[in-house]
């Protein structure tokens, strides 16, 4: 285990991972760092954590589903529904086109973000020791610290986006309509017909340039702030676990401040995630 607190704080930042060495694929299980440096590294203990809570969540609703009562809820069905009639009045306030998609995936986004992020709640030392004690000397538990992840499902997001925006619009519609013209009305800009044609082929292509940057920082945006609020958080619990026995009031007083970060950023990504598939759905 690690002798100072340098040490200390690289360990619990390093993930259980996977590579291929020589054509092998090989493991840092023995605090061995065969697998830094390399890009194509699989980090094990994100995707078994990741796999592992969202398993949790669709087997926690689909009990709740299976079982459910009409006359006195139990505490579990009442806090399901409590979460779904949430989500589902933040689709409609929201969301102003028609797929039977966006409810079911901003309940998926919600829940399985806020599980990932609740990981971070565990005192830092509990589960790696328990790790250490079987061998494994590496292990990271809170998925949204790791930038795979939030990017990953950023990325899905992006691909949705893209997705709705050319099935409702058209490739006329996005390419040319959203991305080249808007929002070059010459009318609104005060600019003549005239002129507005003799220069709408270069203001077309820098404004081309402008909104396929405002596109590409939609994901972008979406995994950082998730990922960097998660991760800072994180860092504050390994920096307070430093302390020892000293650290339990810093502990329980952090943690009961974090509780309110693990849920609005659980929230922030679900919210963006709508109104940008809102506005991919808006034809006009």
């Not at 040490?7 to 291929?20: G, K, M, P, V």
């Amino acid at each position: 285990m690690a002798s100072n607190s340098g040490e200390y704080i690289e360990h619990h930042l390093q993930n259980l991972q996977a590579c291929t060495v020589d054509g092998e694929w090989v493991t840092n299980l023995g605090q061995t760092k065969i697998c830094s440096g390399n890009i194509w590294a699989v980090n094990l203990d994100t995707m078994f954590f990741t796999v592992t809570l969202g398993a949790l969540f669709c087997f926690l609703f689909w009990r709740v589903a299976k079982n459910i009562e009409t006359g006195k809820p139990g505490k579990l069905q009442a806090m399901v529904e409590m979460v779904v009639e949430f989500v589902d009045g933040s689709v409609k306030d929201t969301f102003h086109g028609k797929s039977p998609v966006i409810a079911p995936l901003a309940l998926t986004i919600v829940c399985w973000v806020f599980l990932m992020n609740l990981m971070d709640l565990i005192p830092v030392d509990w589960l790696p020791t328990a790790a250490h004690l079987v061998g494994i000397d590496y292990l990271k538990v809170v998925p949204s610290t790791d930038p795979n992840v939030t990017f990953g499902m950023s990325i899905s997001v992006f691909f949705l986006i893209l997705y709705y925006s050319f099935k409702i619009k058209g490739v006329g519609g996005f390419v040319v309509g959203e991305l080249m013209l808007n929002p070059l009305n010459p009318k609104e800009l005060g600019i003549p017909t005239f002129g507005f044609r003799i220069l709408w082929l270069p203001i077309m292509a820098f404004n081309l340039i402008l909104e396929t940057v405002a596109l590409l920082a939609k994901p972008l945006s979406l995994s950082l702030r998730l990922f960097g609020n998660m991760y800072a958080g994180e860092l504050m619990f390994i920096l307070i676990a430093l302390l020892g026995l000293y650290q339990l009031p810093l502990h329980f007083g952090w943690a009961v401040f974090h509780i309110l970060i693990v849920t609005l950023q659980a929230y922030i990504f679900m919210m963006l995630t709508i109104v940008y598939l809102s506005q991919a759905h808006e034809a006009h």
